[in-house]
């Protein structure tokens, strides 16, 4: 029998609501398996309610992360991944910064991977998008990086070092490799604005594309890519891209099939990794049973088909199968959509849904 511990954050908002059905899901497509695996959950909750409850913040580097605590994370330490629903880290007071930062410093978490794919009956814009969003997650222009006269002049820094695009790069290429559609890594940056930080970033891109003879490499500017994304996403394959432009172009990616309520992501260190929807913690959905929770419950797909793979699992494997090919299923039938999708049924009613497919 193979045990595998998972850290469970509801965290704040629509995140509870969303983490107990996503759980039913989960517990649902590893019935079948229940001889040979063993899923533990370890649900520890971080976030601004906790820290409206507690007061519990952690000070990294002069930087206070609110709702969050070394006894929390020393809980999740003996865990082999994170499903991480989301907290509301804009509405902390001056002062405070949000959580999750401290959580994916803690596990080494460097790349952010965001797919988007033309889903059944969900609106996209075109008929076979199928690409991932590679963000890098340790430097670039990020977190508390700043310096200068308060309220005059503030200079915030943009770091890329040769250490951490080079593990981006493979990543990426690994990444198109092993998805094995267009075998295409899109490097995207402005190296013509900042010919030494993003020069540095893409020359070790052409660097590593080296050693990845079957995979191409395409070079992009910050601003064609959105531009692409419009006009021709079914040619994308892997985006690869710094912290800060990552976070600002996901949206479009989430937007261009299916929006925030079905979109996924995994986040990756080298022996842990953390999934967690696009979306934040929607406090205007809250308690309304109305939130998708299919961003979730595919995110939970993912970290199932990670954990076979490090596990060699073929069980924890077929868990995230099922479930994504549940999610399809429901979703190609169009009864039960939530309102985000178009239709009127409730969180609720989609889950069980999915359940009954998996049944
Ligand atoms: P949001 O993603 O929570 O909401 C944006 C819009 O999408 C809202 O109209 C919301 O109703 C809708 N939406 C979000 N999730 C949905 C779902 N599952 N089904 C249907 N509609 C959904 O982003 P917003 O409003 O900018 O931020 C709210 C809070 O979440 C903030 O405190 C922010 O800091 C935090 N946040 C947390 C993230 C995380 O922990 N992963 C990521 C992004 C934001
Ligand atoms: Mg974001």
New binding site residues.
């Given amino acids: 029998m193979k045990n595998i511990r998972i850290a469970v954050v509801p965290?704040d908002?629509?995140g509870p609501e969303?983490s107990k059905v996503t759980l039913d899901v989960l517990a649902e497509a590893a019935s079948s398996f229940k001889d040979r695996l063993k899923l533990d959950f370890v649900e520890k909750n971080i976030g601004?309610e906790l820290w409206q409850e507690t007061g519990e913040y952690l000070e990294i580097n002069g930087i206070k992360h609110g709702g969050i605590s070394e006894d929390i994370l020393k809980c999740y330490d003996s865990t082999d991944a994170m499903l991480?629903v989301?907290?509301?880290?804009?509405?902390f007071p001056q002062g405070f910064l949000?959580p999750?930062p401290v959580v994916r410093r803690r596990y080494g978490i460097f790349a952010n991977v965001r797919p988007a794919k033309t889903l059944p009956n969900v609106f996209s814009i075109k008929s076979d998008i199928d690409l991932v969003l590679v963000r890098e997650q340790t430097e670039g222009l990020w977190m508390g990086k700043e310096h200068g006269v308060e309220n005059e002049v503030m200079h915030a820094q943009v770091t890329i070092s040769r250490k951490a695009t080079e593990r981006l790069a493979e990543f990426s290429f690994e990444l198109a490799r092993s998805r094995n559609r267009l075998k295409k890594v899109v490097c995207v940056h402005k190296n013509n604005v900042l010919p030494k930080a993003f020069g540095l970033f893409l020359n070790v891109f052409k660097e590593v594309s080296h050693k990845y003879v079957d995979c191409s490499l395409v070079d992009m500017h910050t601003d064609v890519l959105p531009y692409e994304l419009i006009i021709a996403p079914e040619k994308l394959d892997v985006i690869a891209t710094t912290n800060m432009y990552g976070d600002a172009i996901s949206g479009e990616v989430a937007g261009i099939c299916g929006g925030?309520?079905i979109a996924p992501s995994g986040e990756y260190g080298v022996d842990y990794a953390i999934f967690?929807?696009?979306?934040?913690?929607?406090?205007?959905?809250k308690g309304k049973d109305?939130?998708?929770?299919i961003?979730t419950i595919l995110s939970a797909a993912m970290m199932m088909e990670w954990l076979g793979d490090k596990h060699h699992s073929a069980e924890a494997c077929r868990i995230g199968n099922r479930i994504r090919q549940a999610v399809e299923s429901v979703l190609k039938d169009g009864k039960f959509m939530?309102p985000?999708l178009g239709g009127t049924a409730s969180t609720d009613m989609v889950a069980q849904a999915i359940i009954d497919s998996l049944k």
């Fill in positions: 965290g908002g629509i969303i601004y991480y989301a907290t509301s880290g804009g509405s949000t999750f925030l309520g967690r929807p696009v979306h934040g913690s929607a406090p205007d959905l109305v939130a998708n929770p961003a939530t985000d």
